[in-house]
């Protein structure tokens, strides 16, 4: 590990899959990343599991326990900043994020959406490319802004559609993909790569397209 290092808090609100690539990115050895806290909304997530058996702190934080989405947020931001953390990551956080939360974090805060953004925005996203008879379909990472799955974004994975694919097999095989430029753009970020300019996300001090870093397999 470098000597310094850039701390990550970690949101999740499910199985954490998201979270497991990530952990397993930064056992190379030379990742500047370090996963601080995972933080879920849910005790019963398994992803805060998998931060326990890589020992990572964890907290709950229950939504249901608070009056109105400015109030959990509130508490949420505290929370986090008791970790000190240059970046937030949210990795199936089901949370539709306050405006003024979006803004205490702007431009280190970042989601993966399973759709080529700006198409399929919300939920359903693989149904929804079926049903559209799309060729192509992915995942994107993206700065998260006051617009719902509307940020700057970083890089998007680009996959072909099959003829015979279902909504589950088109899911898993956007999931493998989600597990590495996920991964990829947390360590841009860490390394001093990636940063959310005026007018869009940079690379390496250079704007990336409007479709941002894409990879195809």
Known sequence: MPSTSCDVV??????????????????TGDSPVRVRAVISNRADAYGLQRARDAGIDTAVLDHKAFDGREAFDAALVELIDGFAPQLVVLAGFMRILSAGFVRHYHGR?????????PKYKGLH???RALEAGDAEHGC????????????????????????????????????????LIY??????????????GEHGALLDGQP???SGHLIRP
């Open 183 to 196: 991964p990829l753009a947390v360590r841009w970020f860490a390394e001093g790569r990636l940063r959310l």
């Open 140 to 179: 994107s990472v993206h700065f998260v802004t006051e617009e719902l799955d509307g940020g700057p974004l970083v890089v998007q994975a680009v996959i072909p559609v099959v003829s015979d694919d279902t909504p589950a097999q088109l899911a898993q095989r956007v999931h493998s993909q989600e597990h």
């Open 109 to 117: 805060l970042l989601n993966i959406h399973p759709s080529l953004l």
């Open 10 to 27: 970690v949101l999740l609100s499910g199985t954490g899959s998201n979270l497991q690539a990530l952990i397993d990115s930064t056992r």
């Open 208 to 210: 990336l397209a409007a």
């Open 125 to 127: 996203t693989h149904q």
